[in-house]
């Protein structure tokens, strides 16, 4: 028609980018109103979204947490080397030398069989067990920790070495069951990642159909908005805007959650962490954790309903 | 302006609503459309704005073959076209003014200029006081004018009301029409359905007369 002959001229150019950002405000602010006027369904919507969101990513945190604990301890993947009972203490420091002198080993440490005893008898309710004994069974010990990132076969190789020298009985490697520990955490990873793409996939759904019910309740209101004119933009824009403040919402509120869970646990987990020996503090969401939950929550409400608007839209027409 | 080619309208239930309606509305011109309930005037009203589409035949409106037109341009037709409806169809959760504001807002008219042109159209219609209540507080009549200040605030070139005064007293009525009179005299298009014999009598305007979905008569203004 005449207009679209005009409408290059800068001036119409100008006014269409004025009226493009006044639209977009006025549904944005629009919707936000209209989820204030009905704060008892707004807030149900938002709480199952948070609770929704609030798993995954409570599951993520914990996971990493799991993995800076088990990273900690995969550099602690020390050789047990036992000596033979009864080698002399005489041999001990020759022993020691041949491990200090390994480019491959970080450090060396001693534990004759009095200091083996004086730890057993600390324990509690050792102390009647070890006075039916008549002498001290236990054999010298030589911790042996690998130098940082060491290779597995290196670090094989190194036990095999151990396991040569005269006079050692026995060479423990403490790695099987982190081996087993990181294809748990890699378990655990993967159920998490199903979990988050389910309840995702939740979130999407519960955005779409709230939104579909909006549209439902606003049906004459966009009947009158397609006779008088309004373009499929025009209709779409505030109910695309709602699902993203849905989203904000909902991820706002998962935020919450999972920093009350944590304050609750942190306690507890320190409380554990000292009787392993380690001084571990259960980690939050940083700043940039908590960006990517709010901006993937906004994400899923806007997919949620996009996916409403198209398909309900179009079938309101004006009669 | 508007020109039917031989429409026919025919319904998914069999109805047949129009029976090869041709006929030509000229720019500037006011023109009623009566006939018995079920002759065919809304089917025929609501063929212009694009809210039924003829089974045979072509309307065009401004030379523009309605038939041709792609989905995404119906929004630019219907901006050239005001509807004004019996049951006024006002959105009942806002003010007069933001029922009137609302074709500004759809074509993104700035803030400060639609609050000018709603009151200029409220004040043309005698509701400049009213712009604040709400519709269903208004009377019958009010709520018309309401509809119909919603109908020209754009200013379209074409005014079409599909039965505008049917839930309105003769004096209401009167007052209405001379409405749409002015609104001709500034040569907007107008296009009324109305089965108000008398009424249109007095109007001395064109009167194009449906019986059962065909044309029986087509009277040209000042013959009654």
Known sequence: ?319 | MIRFDNVSKRYPNGHQALFGISLHIRQGEMVFVTGHSGAGKSTLLRMIPLLERPTTGQVLVNGINLNRLPRRRIPQLRRRVGMIFQDYRLLHDRSVFDNVALPLIIRGVPPQEVGRRVRAALDKVGLLDKEAVEPITLSGGEQQRVGIARAVVSRPPILVADEPTGNLDPELSWEIMQLFRDFQQVGVTVVIASHDLELIRRMRQRVIVLERGRLLDDVPAGST
């Open chain 1, 1 to 319: 028609m005449s207009e679209s002959v005009s409408r290059r001229s800068p001036g119409r150019l100008r006014r269409s980018v004025n009226a493009f950002a006044s639209s977009h405000g006025r549904a944005l602010l629009g919707s936000l109103g209209r989820l204030w006027r009905t704060p008892l369904n707004t807030l149900l919507t938002i709480a199952v979204l948070g609770v929704a969101l609030a798993l995954p990513t409570a599951f993520l945190l914990l996971l990493s947490n799991l993995q800076g604990v088990t990273a900690g301890w995969r550099t602690d993947a020390r050789l047990s080397i036992y000596l033979e009972p009864g080698t002399s203490p005489e041999r001990y420091p020759a022993l020691l030398a041949r491990f200090e002198q390994d480019p491959q080993v970080a450090a060396v440490s001693l534990i004759t069989p009095e200091q083996g005893l004086e730890e057993f008898r600390q324990l509690a309710g050792m102390e009647d067990a070890l006075a039916l004994l008549d002498a001290n069974p236990l054999p010298a010990v030589i911790l042996v920790w690998p130098a940082a990132g060491l290779e597995p076969q290196a670090y094989e190789a190194l036990a095999a070495r151990a396991q040569q020298l005269p006079g050692v009985e026995q060479v423990q490697l403490d790695r099987e069951w982190i081996q087993r520990l990181a294809i748990m955490v890699e378990l655990a990873q993967r159920v998490t990642l199903v979990i988050a793409v389910m309840l995702g996939v939740a979130v999407v759904l519960i955005v779409g159909n709230t939104i579909r019910l909006g549209i439902e309740n606003r049906r004459e209101e966009v009947t009158i908005v397609k006779l008088l004119g309004g373009t499929d933009a025009f209709i779409r824009r505030p109910f695309l805007y709602e699902g993203c403040w849905y989203g904000l919402g909902g991820g706002l509120l998962a935020l919450l959650m999972v920093s009350v869970a944590l304050l609750l646990l942190r306690g507890p987990a320190a409380m554990l962490a000292v009787s392993y020996g380690s001084s571990l503090r259960l980690a939050g969401l940083d700043w940039q954790g908590a960006g990517l939950l709010l901006a993937s929550s906004v994400l899923l409400g806007l997919v949620g309903s996009w996916l409403a608007v198209g398909r309900h839209l179009r079938e309101i027409e004006p009669r």
